[in-house]
């Protein structure tokens, strides 16, 4: 069964930068697209980047574009580089996957049809 891990949130000042990571483990088939999507408390969960499995090329919605990066580290680790990070980007953020689909489709997805997801970690900016 596929496990996702969701690592280094915390809490940083407008303006810093934090570094998540994502560790996967027990894929069930090769071919899969993978991302990063963040939810505040009582509102849906959005999508911030999604990328085919292995790639480094990503996908991001407008309100991350040029301050976050995704990164495929290795075949079972993604991380999100978050910079220039504002009061609004506080949330939790979690990784998930989806078979079968292409990174562009994956961020059209309902949260509902993705097949796996971490369990999420906090990120707060506040002052």
């Known amino acids: 069964q596929l496990q996702l891990v969701e690592s280094g949130g915390g809490s940083v000042q407008p303006g810093g930068s934090l570094r998540l990571s994502c560790a996967a483990s027990?894929?069930?088939?090769?071919?899969?697209?993978i991302g990063w999507f963040r939810q505040v408390p009582g509102k849906e969960r959005d999508w911030l980047t999604c990328s085919s499995g292995g790639d480094n090329a990503a996908y991001y919605t407008e309100s991350v574009k040029g301050r976050f990066t995704f990164f495929s580290v290795n075949a079972t680790t993604i991380s999100l580089e978050m910079n220039s990070l504002k009061p609004e980007d506080t949330a939790f953020y979690y990784c998930a996957v989806v078979y079968f689909a292409s990174a562009q489709s994956m961020c059209s997805m309902k949260s509902g049809a993705l097949d796996a997801w971490g369990r999420g970690t906090l990120v707060t900016v506040s002052a």
């Open positions: 027990g894929f069930k088939y090769p071919y899969y697209a």
